[in-house]
């Protein structure tokens, strides 16, 4: 079991078994966490922790069950921003399959999340 009790500092980290199977977060100095994953990457630094994620195919987003809804967010977003602002991408690889815009777009009501998009 790998973990991370009561770090000094905030830490960020990605448990991992292989680059389609892992988690990612941070603990707080105030936090623990534990995994059963076999890997553990922790870094104090996001910048960091963020060009790591991209290892693991993780991005940042908004994430859609349907194209409809994402057609739709893609149509408020370019109304806000300027046309051809948002584009939106399919995840054929994963499974469930689902229909994504990477970014950060505030007129979207839901802050971004990140979820992984597979290459193939």
């Known amino acids: 079991m790998r973990e991370i009790k009561f770090p000094t500092e905030k830490t960020?980290?990605?448990?991992y078994t292989n680059d389609r199977?892992?988690?990612w977060g941070s603990v707080e100095t105030n936090q623990e966490m534990?995994?059963?994953?076999?890997?553990?990457y922790s870094t104090t630094n996001e910048n960091e922790w963020m060009a790591e994620?991209?290892?693991?195919?993780?991005?940042?987003?908004?994430q859609f069950?349907?194209?409809?809804?994402?057609?739709?967010?893609?149509?408020?977003?370019?109304?806000?921003?300027?046309?051809?602002?948002?584009i939106v991408n399919y995840a054929e690889y994963n499974t469930p399959k689902f229909w994504?815009?990477?970014?950060?777009?505030?007129?979207?009501e839901d802050d971004p999340t990140s979820f992984q998009v597979f290459p193939n």
């Open 65 to 86: 069950n349907d194209e409809e809804s994402a057609l739709q967010a893609k149509e408020d977003i370019d109304q806000e921003y300027g046309e051809g602002t948002a």
């Open 34 to 40: 534990s995994t059963g994953q076999p890997n553990l």
């Open 12 to 15: 960020y980290f990605i448990a």
């Open 21 to 23: 199977l892992c988690a």
């Open 100 to 108: 994504y815009i990477l970014g950060d777009f505030p007129v979207i």
């Open 53 to 62: 994620l991209q290892n693991y195919n993780v991005v940042w987003g908004y």
